[in-house]
């Protein structure tokens, strides 16, 4: 029997993935959790074999969740699901200590094959993800101007580029709008760039976008 608890704050999503867990796993127990504070308080009242976890969780994000979850159960594997690119969060979050990080437009069988992956003590990444990394491994000196940014600031980045407002974020992560736009100007003070138009231009050059 394997307990997974899934996290993500849309409910059309669990109910996908639960139906997804119950028909490819025997008599599987399935957590549910739509904030950070579920994550934590099941995962600190239960055991589970393993969590998958969304990367946009309101207020504190995913990785946030991540860093705090391995904090407290180093040994728990946590598999990322997100609707951004690889380009955008894989590495962050295998850095960061996931056991894998799979997009949310895979196939239902990809899932299942991460999950198995990862309960199994491995790391899952897909075949374009390890790739990547390998290349990335050669330039590992050469960091690009988004790559030192921390989480949360490239949290809003990607927001930033996606086209939402300051206002909108600020919603959305569950912060005011003078948090957000502190933001912003750390940013673009880091990455050299002047306006959001700069911003959206490198994160299109960079693939940071869909």
Do not use: C
């Amino acid at each position: 029997m394997i307990r997974i608890l899934i996290a993500d704050d849309h409910a059309v999503v669990r109910r996908g993935l639960k139906q997804i867990v119950a028909e490819q796993f025997d008599q599987p127990v399935i957590g549910e959790a739509q904030n950070a504070s579920e994550v934590l308080s099941l995962v600190r009242l239960g055991e589970w074999d393993v969590v998958v976890l969304d990367i946009s969780m309101p207020g504190r994000g995913g990785l946030e969740i991540l860093g705090e979850l391995k904090h407290e159960h180093p040994r728990l594997p946590v598999l990322i699901l997100s609707v951004h690119s690889e380009e955008q969060y894989a590495r962050r979050a295998l850095k960061a200590g996931a056991a894998g990080y799979l997009n949310k437009e895979s196939a239902p069988e990809e899932l299942v094959k991460a999950i198995r992956t990862v309960v199994a003590g491995r790391k899952y990444v897909s075949a374009s993800l390890a790739e990547n990394l390998v290349t990335a491994l050669g330039t590992e000196g050469d960091r690009a101007p988004h790559e030192t940014l921390s989480d949360r600031e490239f949290q809003v980045f990607s927001l930033l580029a996606s086209g939402k407002t300051v206002g909108e974020i600020a919603t959305q992560l569950s912060l005011s709008v003078k948090t957000i736009s502190t933001y912003r100007t750390r940013i673009l003070e880091k990455m050299r760039l002047a306006s959001n138009a700069e911003l959206i231009h490198y994160a299109i050059q960079q693939k940071l976008v869909p």
